[in-house]
């Protein structure tokens, strides 16, 4: 579910075939677990942190709340696991999405289209994990190393992917300008969807992505007809 922009389906051919990594369960009780943390997910699209009910993430589960401090001792534990799932899978799917042989033959512009395409995804993969994350990291040290982590990795692999084409750039300091422009696109996706109600957030995706190109196209002094 939405809750801030329009949704474009990705231009990027590069990441068009990209899925969201989340492995399948066998056991049992691990599934028990997954099945658990998908409520979790399920139940922050349509409330808040303060207002998450065991209750109601056990019936969203199909379990009983017995069940459910079975395998985490508290609602605190339930949602650290969440997090920790998340991370994991935005680190699987970073590296897919950052393999240099999805990228053979595509410009500076078309690494950082797609960085951005793919940013917007996984804010998006659970818009209200996403805005509960960010709350979070605010306040509890744990999920913030998490958040790092998750975000440094895909910092630094989108790096050395606009790194390899530096001769694109016609500003001096390349480094220094592509850190740049990596950090103002984070900042401007999260903006975008935990910011409800400015000009960034309800713009058309296409129209944020293109903003977000030219911005940095301008900043870097990069000639688009090379």
Known sequence: MRTSGT????????????RWARETQQDRSKQTQAALLDAVEAELGTSTIDALSV???????????GSVYFHFTN?????????????????VTTDDATDPERWVGASFLDVLRGFAEFSLRGMRQAEGVTK?????????????AQEEKGAMHMVDRVFDLLWARRSEIGRPDPGAGIGYVIDQTIAMTRLRAS???????????????????????????????R
């Open 55 to 65: 209750n109601a993430i056990a019936e969203r589960a199909g379990v009983s709340v």
């Open 195 to 225: 910011v409800p109600g400015t000009r960034i957030a309800t713009d058309t995706d296409a129209t944020f992505i293109d903003a977000t190109i030219e911005s940095a196209q301008a900043f870097l002094q990069i000639d688009a007809r």
């Open 132 to 144: 509960a994350r960010l709350q979070l990291a605010l306040v509890d040290p744990e999920i913030a």
């Open 7 to 18: 949704s474009d389906k990705p231009r990027s051919p590069w990441i068009a075939d990209l």
């Open 75 to 91: 609602k605190q534990a339930l949602i650290h696991a969440m997090v920790d799932r998340f991370v994991a899978e935005w680190i």
